[in-house]
């Protein structure tokens, strides 16, 4: 008998684990195929990875009024795929380690959740006093013909390319599509992108959203556009009921994802729209049963999901904790970068608060001129409620954001007020220093 099963080794399924390791339960990790689950594998570590890459071939072959000169700079897919493997395997044996040094067991194999707490792996049965869900979400492929094509990807095996495509084309304009149009068109690929709203990055300040398409020069936007059929390299989409073509070899389907439930409404698990119904000390309607991470639909992002786990295990372990969302901060690794915390001006209005905001060019900061250049994109706009000056949101685009957004979630989840936020010393010449001045903004 555990004390905890936990079911999936990604952020939130390793996290937990560490952290009821380190609280001296016995628990057992159950992963079917690799530790450290999409995000290490095949999400955030991999494509960052090579999003650096790109970012550094970009600017060797870029201007130079920094008195740095590169010539031939030239890209190889090869090596930059290499140093991806290399990375992976580190983090993913520094995951080993952690479970190591924490007594965890960990059980590689397909978990299957039966009633009364009970797994099965491989024909054998395993107890636990609870259990944690942690199996996260698959990328969705939306019913379009066409969709099942050699040529079309998902996120997973663009991250196997044996070689770079000539031209790419991005159904979604997410956080997954924007980040991958922008490491190829970073190495000369031909982008084009088809979002069916009218702007890219559906949860950023829209007018960040607007500054950052305009930035990317190179890649093709076709918003307001639905995608009708793929035909080999010829992609239909409609917009406005006209219908257009574009041609690319090589399509990535970035439309969101969906939970990985696996039929677990058969345990009488209460499931909604596809997720596991949660509450916010991560318990679900099964006595002893949790859900933590991209399967309870919340906020899918790694981090989000580690937090969940630590939540579930002091909640287990009889330290009461729950889990709260505004002030979660999230960040694409773009070429510009953008990041942000809490509530943008829309959200915030749309809850029915009176609201003061105010937004500093990137270009003022002593840093980021001397990084950037004037001519950069680069902003920080902050907004505030109007009757308790509390801060409730940071919004990011431009230099190093998603390192600048931390510090932003800690003024957030700490509730501070402008006053106290005006006192906070802030370290000179540094990018964060755009946050302080933003807030010194308002009222001005
Ligand atoms: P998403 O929900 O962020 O974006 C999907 C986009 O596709 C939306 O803009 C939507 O309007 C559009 N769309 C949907 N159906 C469409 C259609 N038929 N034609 C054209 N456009 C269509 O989903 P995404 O990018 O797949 O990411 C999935 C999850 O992974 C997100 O929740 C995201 O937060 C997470 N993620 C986070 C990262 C980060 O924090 N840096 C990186 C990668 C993923």
């Known amino acids: 008998m555990y004390d905890i099963i936990i079911i999936g080794a990604g952020p939130g399924g390793y996290v937990a684990a560490e952290r009821a390791g380190q609280l001296g339960k016995k628990v057992l990790l159950v992963e079917k195929e690799e530790l450290g689950g999409v995000c290490l594998n095949r999400g955030c570590i991999p494509t960052k990875t090579l999003l650096n890459s790109s970012k550094l071939y970009k600017q060797a072959k870029g201007p130079a009024p920094y008195g740095v000169h590169a010539e031939d700079v030239t890209f190889n897919w090869d090596e930059a795929m290499t140093w991806k493997k290399k990375v992976v395997k580190n983090q993913r044996n520094g995951v080993a380690f952690l479970m190591k040094e924490n007594g965890v067991e960990v059980l590689i194999g397909k978990a299957l959740l039966l009633e009364g ?30 969709a099942d094509g050699s040529n079309v990807v998902t996120s997973r095996e663009i991250l196997e390319l044996q070689e770079i495509p000539k031209s790419l084309a991005v159904i979604g304009g997410g956080v997954i599509g924007m980040e991958f149009a922008s490491l190829f068109s970073n190495l000369g690929v031909k982008v084009s992108v088809i979002e069916m709203l009218d702007e890219i990055l559906p949860m950023m300040d829209k007018d960040h959203a607007r500054v950052m398409r305009r930035d990317m020069k190179g890649i093709d936007f076709h918003l307001s556009c639905r995608l009708e059929k793929i035909e080999g390299t010829s992609l239909i989409f409609s917009t406005n009921g006209k219908r257009e073509t574009l041609e690319a070899d090589l399509v990535l ?192």
């Not at 707490?117 to 066409?146: A, C």
């Not at 960040?331 to 953008?338: G, K, Q």
């Not at 009757?387 to 600048?404: A, F, R």
Request: hydrophobic share 40%; charged share 25%.
């Open 117 to 146: 707490k009970k797994v099965r792996v491989d024909n054998k049965i395993y107890e636990g006093q609870n259990i944690i869900i942690s199996t996260g979400s698959s990328n969705f492929i939306p019913p379009v013909p066409g």
């Open 253 to 444: 389907m970035a439309v969101g994802r969906r939970p990985n439930i696996y039929g677990l409404e058969r345990i009488g698990l209460d499931i909604d729209k596809g997720q596991i119904v949660v509450n916010e000390r991560m318990e679900t309607n099964l006595p002893g049963v949790y859900a933590v991470g991209d399967v309870t639909g919340l906020s899918m992002l790694a981090h989000s999901a580690s937090r969940m786990g630590e939540v579930a295990v002091n909640n287990i372990c009889g330290n009461r904790d729950r889990m709260r969302y505004n002030a979660v901060p999230w960040a694409v690794y773009t070429s510009p970068e953008a990041a942000g915390c809490g509530m943008t001006e829309a959200e915030a209005k749309a809850s029915g608060r009176k609201v003061k905001t105010a937004s500093v060019l990137m270009k003022h900061n002593g840093r980021f001129l001397a990084e950037h250049g004037k001519t950069a994109v680069g902003t920080c706009k902050v907004v505030v409620d109007a009757e308790t000056e509390v801060l409730l949101g940071v919004h990011l685009i431009g230099g190093i954001s998603s390192e600048l957004v931390a510090g932003a979630a800690a003024m957030i989840e700490s509730e501070l007020r402008v006053k106290e936020i005006k006192e906070i010393v802030f370290p000179h010449p540094s990018l964060s220093e755009v946050i302080r001045d933003a807030v010194w903004a308002i009222d001005r």
